[in-house]
């Protein structure tokens, strides 16, 4: 499975962003799609999913700022993000979760920089 993620960049706070990722590769349906950053020196976050009927979860840290999306037929999931802050400064990473008959699978994405000026 190949996941190509894009859209990251240098964006001011208080601006927005979209990030891409499109899934490739797979026999089976996928799961779930979301979407992870690590922060330098930290270790890598949530920030948001959405499952094949459509539920979305977001991490407390961008309640209200994110909203995911996906299409099924395309296997493509985004990410858009609102009033992005410093703190939002990462390498965003996509994640596929998918059932292999008896197994469930992550699969990651090669990671887009994301990095927000103040």
């Known amino acids: 499975v190949q996941l190509q993620a894009s859209g990251g960049g240098l964006v001011q706070a208080g601006g927005s962003l979209r990030l891409s990722c499109a899934a490739s590769g797979s026999r089976f349906s996928i799961n779930a799609m979301g979407w992870y950053r690590q922060a330098p020196g930290k270790q890598r976050e949530f920030v948001a999913s959405i499952i094949s009927g459509g539920t979305t979860t977001y991490a407390d840290s961008v309640l209200g700022r994110a909203t995911i999306s996906r299409d099924n037929a395309k296997n493509t999931v985004n990410l858009r993000m609102n009033k992005l802050k410093p703190e939002d400064t990462a390498v965003y990473y996509c994640?596929?979760?998918?059932?292999?008959?008896?197994?469930?699978?992550?699969?990651w994405g090669q990671g887009t920089q994301v990095t927000v000026s103040s």
């Open positions: 994640n596929v979760l998918i059932a292999e008959v008896t197994t469930m699978r992550n699969y």
